[in-house]
């Protein structure tokens, strides 16, 4: 591509009186920012997916422990507990989540440390199962996960029509004295830890909604996930919002390598 075009310095000019819209090496660039901000944000998406394919790994176990013999004998579904005495609610119930602002504190600190434990795996498996699947059915969870994410990996190595346009945003805004590449190095990471923050905080709710609405329950929890959990009611902007972030990291890295 850019021998092509370095050919095509020599090859036809404007008639006199006018001007190029758009000069040849200006031409030039514009074609190396579109191909290293595709391969970067491929690069990106590739690895979230393998760090993704990392952590469900880590549920295999959780998964093969629940089919056991020794599992199904040792938790019987018919058990009868106070709600504030099962794993999940109990690990999610504290002082501090009475408070909204201490409340996203603790969810915001969550997210480093054990984000999804095992009782709240166990506990969202039971959920969507009660909910699409007949009561004991033998179904993977996490195999399921897995091909979710699979799925979605599809929809954020793309790269769609809002982000180029916010790409194009960025570079109208680059202006000396705005600190433009500082704004882009700050909001992906405001924007991936209030992300973060939220999908802890939303495990956390249905765990107080259990409490709220029984004050026994027969099993394992049944966790009920709603778009009222979401922002402004619509799940699928956490997907956008991991698109986005991915899109302005490897925007931010071709300035920063300096390789256009």
Not at 25 to 32: A, I, P, T
Not at 67 to 86: C, G, I, K, M
Not at 98 to 117: E, H, M, N, W
Request: net charge positive.
């Amino acid at each position: 591509m850019g021998r092509i075009l370095a050919e095509g310095r020599h090859g036809k000019h404007c008639p006199r009186g006018e001007v190029s819209l758009v000069s040849e090496e200006g031409l030039h660039q514009l074609h190396m920012f579109i191909f290293f901000l595709a391969a970067f944000h491929v690069l990106y998406s590739a690895l979230t997916m393998a760090l993704g394919r990392a952590k469900i790994r880590l549920w295999k176990e959780w998964e093969r422990e629940i089919s056991s013999l020794e599992y199904e004998s040792s938790n019987d579904p018919r058990r009868v507990r106070l709600a504030h005495e099962t794993s999940f609610v109990r690990q999610h119930e504290s002082s501090w989540n009475k408070i909204p602002v201490s409340f996203y504190f603790v969810s915001f600190f969550r997210q480093f440390y054990r984000s999804v434990r095992k009782a709240d795996y166990l506990s969202m498996r039971h959920g969507f199962i009660s909910v699409h699947l007949a009561p004991g059915s033998k179904f993977d969870f996490q195999k399921y996960i897995k091909r979710s994410l699979e799925d979605d990996f599809k929809v954020v190595v793309g790269i769609s029509p809002t982000l180029w346009a916010s790409a194009v945003l960025f570079l109208l805004l680059n202006i000396n004295g705005w600190q433009t590449l500082l704004w882009i190095s700050i909001m992906p990471l405001i924007i991936i830890l209030a992300v973060g923050t939220k999908l802890q905080a939303i495990i956390t709710q249905m765990a107080l909604e259990i409490k709220e609405r029984h004050s026994v329950v027969q099993g394992i929890p049944l966790v009920q996930v709603s778009d009222h959990h979401f922002w402004f009611g619509r799940p699928h902007l956490v997907l956008f919002f991991i698109h986005f972030t991915l899109f302005q990291d490897a925007f931010q890295l071709i300035f920063i390598l300096d390789v256009v």
